[in-house]
């Protein structure tokens, strides 16, 4: 069922367009990836899409009464409260009645009659409201995104910047939206939450809208890609690394036919020219009519042309010593926490180690700490090669001066470059025009990464240290980074929460993680898939002990245990049938239902919304008798 419809919308800023004539829709269960590289007004679509701004034409239509819920990368959290309320802010009605619950219970706190009476009649709305059931959901939602049951009272305004993202991010999937807009979700996620979302939106019967960088999370959530651009919007109904080639053959294509037609353009004109003062006039005419008709077909626009222009070059730097670095004893805390101890580790020259783990193990702080970026109270000792050249990027990207320019921050590392020098040093990291000199304070974060890196790169560097080097590039950029980095002679310790960056550039992978660090030789690739069959190996041991627990040593149970044991197994048995019948009769029911809404006219929004409704709840019933089933029919075999 369609959800959404944008027809043939246009917008843009100071009379220059960002995108013209935008048209597509989605329908419940479509997962959509938009792309363009960065600049192209991707979020500004978004905004549209949920009527924060209004374009110059063309429209949005939604289905009446289609909720939308939009996941900014701003992460603005309005009014106070607790980290609970906050999740429950999409469901009013739940939100009154708990406060007037809370209200009940303190009320009859003094014992009378009637405020008993009165907390029974609101415990009893609230369960009927599946009050008490959104709540256990929305708890089990949070953990999944960080958040223990202790910090679902927190108030909102102690919340980090990670936080209120991760929140923010929460509220957006606990909406019950059937249009979900998510721009950049995976930012404040570590690979373990990125792993579970992509499993969550899989699972999605809503229409999701979605804007990432992250090329595997992309391919592991989206069934279909929407390319952005100035004067084309193309549909691909296909994941992104599909959509990648598709486009190729299609852009490849479009160029012969524009070859074509501009080769049977020039030959015409030649025609013309020899002989519109000779015997065939009237053919030369005839001709010069056609080509005055004639519609020029235009070159197709490749949107990441120029986005793939930018140039990660390193310098030519000294050969630093074969150990590069040599860590023993290490040790920090932070906030009363030991984030890790006892860390040792050897660094040899020319390798590229992942430090990954989950957000809040230590990966940024031990990257610190081998850096030589350390707080006073951290401890431990870390020696260093001979001939090290070190740079380091900084995540939160501190090291630029939003009061300067781009041109000034290159001038503060290289006093002898002059203005025009420093403006082509940067034009190989795509500043060119006024960018150079306009204030960093105006940029957003992709261009202040691709400032932070040319920073970087100023000067020759034997050792990198890189925090999140990806997280506001586009495609192309992290793509030609990975590139440089791959050739890069030196040596590079590196925390990303990107896979393909990750499998791309890692040679070893170091693991921080419950006051651990462990060191594996194999790159993300390879650790990934071992990782993969060790949680699997330890669930079917799980399992197994859970199996061999629960079954009674032999001749150590009671005739009336016995007794007990066999009756719960035949009313488990009983169950399990008459859920069979029961989901049987229900799924044929949303069957004839979703043959009605295919049969419906789509102009009658009332009637389609209310079937659509009538349709959820049932599946909803559905999917729990589903987990009932699927409980049960475990405990009966096991």
């Known amino acids: 069922m369609t959800v959404l419809e944008v027809s043939s919308l246009k917008f843009g800023y100071l009379g220059e367009s960002l995108f013209n004539d935008v048209s597509f829709s989605l329908a419940l269960g479509d997962r959509a990836a938009m792309v363009a590289p960065n600049g192209a007004g991707k979020s500004t679509l978004l905004r549209l899409i949920a009527g924060e701004l209004e374009p110059e034409a063309g429209f949005v239509v939604r289905r009446k009464e289609a909720r939308l819920a939009y996941y900014r990368q701003s992460h603005e959290l309005s009014g106070g409260g607790t980290v609970l309320d906050a999740f429950l802010s999409g469901f009013r009605e739940i939100v009154a009645l708990r406060e007037e619950l809370a209200k009940a219970e303190h009320d009859a706190a003094i014992g009378s009659a009637e405020a008993l009476a009165k907390l029974g009649r609101l415990q009893d709305a609230y369960h009927v409201a599946q009050g008490d059931a959104l709540e256990r959901r929305v708890a089990e939602l949070g953990s999944k995104l960080g958040f223990s049951q202790r910090d679902l009272d927190r108030q909102v305004s102690t919340l980090s910047g990670g936080e209120r993202g991760r929140l923010l991010l929460g509220v957006s999937l606990a909406s019950d939206a059937e249009i979900l807009l998510l721009d950049e979700p995976t930012n404040h996620l570590d690979l373990q939450t990125i792993g579970w979302l992509e499993g969550y939106l899989r699972g999605l019967r809503a229409a999701v809208l979605l804007v990432s960088h992250d090329r595997a999370f992309l391919d592991a959530t989206t069934n279909k890609t929407l390319e952005l651009g100035v004067r084309s919007f193309r549909v691909y109904p296909v994941k992104y690394s599909d959509y990648v080639i598709a486009r190729e053959g299609d852009l490849e294509r479009e160029r012969v036919v524009v070859q074509r037609q501009q080769e049977m353009i020039a030959k015409t004109e030649d025609f013309i020219r020899r002989n519109i003062a000779g015997q065939n006039t009237k053919q030369a005419q005839g001709r010069r009519k056609m080509l005055e008709k004639l519609e020029r077909v235009e070159n197709p626009e490749d949107v990441w042309s120029t986005a793939e222009r930018v140039a990660f070059r390193f310098s030519q730097a000294l050969r630093s010593g074969d150990v590069v670095l040599d860590a023993a004893s290490l040790c920090a805390e932070r ?74 921050e290159v001038r503060r590392i290289r006093g002898d470059f002059t203005i025009d020098g420093a403006r082509q040093y940067l034009a190989r990291f795509r500043f060119w025009g006024d960018d150079p000199l306009r204030r960093v304070a105006g940029f957003s974060g992709g261009e202040r990464s691709r400032l932070a890196l040319a920073k970087l790169l100023l000067e020759p560097r034997n050792l990198l ?155 909803r019933k559905i999917d729990s008798m589903l987990m009932e089933w699927a409980k049960l029919s475990e405990e009966v075999e096991a």
């Open 335 to 408: 906030g009363g926490r030991s984030l890790f101890h006892n860390v040792n580790l050897l660094v040899s020259r020319g390798e590229r180690i992942a430090i990954v783990g989950p957000n809040g193990a230590g990966k940024t702080t031990l990257l610190k700490l081998l850096a030589g970026r350390g707080l006073r109270d951290d401890h431990g000792i870390v020696k260093r090669g001979t001939n090290l050249q070190e740079g380091y990027f900084d995540q939160h990207l501190g090291e630029l001066d939003p009061s300067l320019t781009p041109v000034d």
């Open 465 to 619: 240290f890189l925090d999140e080097p990806t997280n506001h590039l586009d495609i192309p950029a992290a793509e030609i980074l990975e590139e440089a980095l791959i050739g890069f002679e030196g040596t590079v310790l590196f925390v990303s929460h990107d896979r393909r960056f990750l499998e791309n550039v890692s040679t070893r992978v170091l693991r921080v993680e419950d006051g651990k660090c462990e060191l594996f030789s194999t790159n993300f690739a390879d650790f990934a898939e071992q990782e993969r069959l060790r949680i699997a190996a330890e669930i079917e041991t799980a399992r197994g002990r859970a199996v061999a627990k629960e079954a009674p040593a032999a001749g150590k149970t009671t005739f009336e245990e016995n007794k007990a044991n066999r009756r719960e197994f035949e009313r488990k048995k009983r169950r399990v049938g008459e859920l069979e019948k029961e989901i049987a009769q229900a799924e044929a029911t949303v069957d004839g239902m979703r043959a009605k809404l295919r049969e419906h006219s789509p102009d009658d929004w009332e009637k389609l919304a209310e079937l659509a409704q009538q349709e959820q709840a049932l599946q």
